[in-house]
């Protein structure tokens, strides 16, 4: 994948998520949509960390992915703003 379609990619699922999750918490008001968001960034980040392995990829380079994977993650939440 190229830098540029990865940078597309992002874009896109950044663009996705923040829509589904701003439109699934409309009703909420901004300090509520804010612990909820909190929320599910700590989850998923915990996820990342826990759950995700990489059969056959050494140590160092599972530490890379992980953490370009958190960072996207981070980078992802903190576009999305209450409705």
Same mark, same amino acid.
Request: hydrophobic share 40%; net charge neutral.
């Given at each position: 994948m190229s830098v540029n379609d990865d940078t597309a990619w992002k874009i896109g699922v950044q !663009? #996705?998520?923040?829509r589904l999750i701003a439109d $699934?918490?409309? *009703? *909420? &008001?901004?300090? $509520?949509f804010q612990k909820?968001? &909190?929320?599910? #960034?700590g989850q998923t980040l915990e996820a990342i !960390?826990?759950? =995700?392995t990489f059969p056959g990829v050494d140590a160092a380079t $599972? =530490?890379? %992915?992980?953490k370009g994977a958190s960072d996207t993650v981070r980078q992802i939440v903190g576009t %999305?703003?209450?409705a």
């Open positions: !663009e #996705l998520l923040r $699934t918490h409309f *009703s *909420s &008001d901004k300090a $509520t909820q968001l &909190d929320g599910l #960034l !960390e826990a759950n =995700v $599972t =530490v890379y %992915i992980k %999305i703003k209450p």
